[in-house]
């Protein structure tokens, strides 16, 4: 299983796993915004097929990692513990020293495999406007 940088031969695949797995896929147009900035933290795991994804974004002050999502066929072979671990060197590497995240509370899987990895929920309520 190779974790590598996304390349757009790789969009459909992602929108396929981002969907399995219940996660809404990013427009095109607003992937290609966002890899403007940081292309290094788009990864995915692929062995041939894309078996996973994560979406790393850093500001130059935290990280941020979101749409994390495996195909439901290959979950608990650890590879999205292998995504974030090269997400999480990557971010190190920019100098990141902290990374936050959202997990929707009733997101069982989601929260067992953050605090496996040392995310702690934090009591910050998530505000958001659209603009
Ligand atoms: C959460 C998710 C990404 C985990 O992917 P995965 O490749 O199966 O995770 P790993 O195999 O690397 O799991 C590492 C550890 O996390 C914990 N963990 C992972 N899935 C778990 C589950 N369903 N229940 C309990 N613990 C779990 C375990 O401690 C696991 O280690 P173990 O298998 O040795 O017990 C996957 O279940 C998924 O795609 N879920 C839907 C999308 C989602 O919720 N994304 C994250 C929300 S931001």
Redesign the pocket.
């Given at each position: 299983m190779l974790i590598r940088e996304f390349g757009w031969a790789d969009y459909d695949a992602v929108v396929s796993v981002w969907r399995t797995?219940?996660?809404d896929p990013l427009p095109r147009a607003e992937l290609e915004a966002k890899l403007e900035r940081d292309p290094e933290l788009f990864l995915v795991a692929s062995d041939g097929t894309i078996a996973?994804v994560v979406l790393g974004t850093y500001d130059g002050r935290r990280g941020f990692i979101l749409r994390?999502?495996?195909d439901p066929a290959?979950?608990?072979?650890?590879?999205?513990?292998r995504l974030l671990a090269e997400l999480e060197r990557r971010l190190k590497a920019l100098g990141c020293p902290r990374i936050n995240?959202?997990?929707l509370p009733d997101?069982?899987?989601?929260l067992?495999?953050w605090r496996?990895h040392g995310y702690l929920p934090a009591p910050d309520v998530v505000c958001t406007k659209p603009l």
């Open positions: 797995a219940g996660s996973g994390l999502a495996v290959r979950r608990r072979e650890g590879i999205a513990t995240l959202f997990v997101n069982a899987a989601g067992a495999f496996y």
